[in-house]
């Protein structure tokens, strides 16, 4: 009695995946997080590009596990190394590349911010606070209508893209009709 056909057939329910597990690494299908320069053949390898990696568990982040990941680069021999940081949320890069920097502030590009905790718990509770922040927000209103109006009227244009292409189709028809 063998109890399973993979016990029978002495081999593993992840079949290939499975061949280092005594040594604790599991092959898995891993998407590269972000874009990369591989620092063999100095190529760009592109966010959402798969590779089959070798998990291994590093270490822990309090109670949370830190694995690293390590593939082969498909344009050269160079091998790439990838490590969790629990502690910032991200990937980050042991070995074998280096990453392309696309991060951005949101300050920077004039875009909204939420309240800093601080600032939302005085919102809360400081009254005064809350009306001075009030004020400050209508302002930048204000100064914003005209953009905003602009925008939406340029947006206006393109609403009824149904009626648009419907158009253009009914243009295009007489000069398809003689050519074809």
Partial sequence: MHGSLNKYHHSHPLRERARKLAQ???VIRFEMPYNIWCDGCKNHIGMGVRYNAEKKKVGTY???PIYRFRMKCHLCVNSIELQTDPAGCDYVIVRGARRK???WDAAD???????????KERL??????RLERGEADRAA????????A???EAQSAWKDDFALNSRLRRRFRPTRRSSG
């Avoid at 590009?109 to 600032?119: F, S, Y």
């Avoid at 809360?124 to 606070?129: H, V």
């Avoid at 209103?141 to 905003?148: K, S």
């Fill in 24 to 26: 604790g690494i599991l």
């Fill in 62 to 64: 309090y109670t949370t």
């Fill in 101 to 103: 920097e696309e991060r």
């Fill in 109 to 119: 590009a004039r875009q909204l911010q939420p309240p800093a905790p601080e600032e």
């Fill in 124 to 129: 809360e509770t400081d009254a005064m606070f």
């Fill in 141 to 148: 209103l204000r100064r914003a209508g005209p953009t905003l």
């Fill in 150 to 152: 602009a925008l939406q």
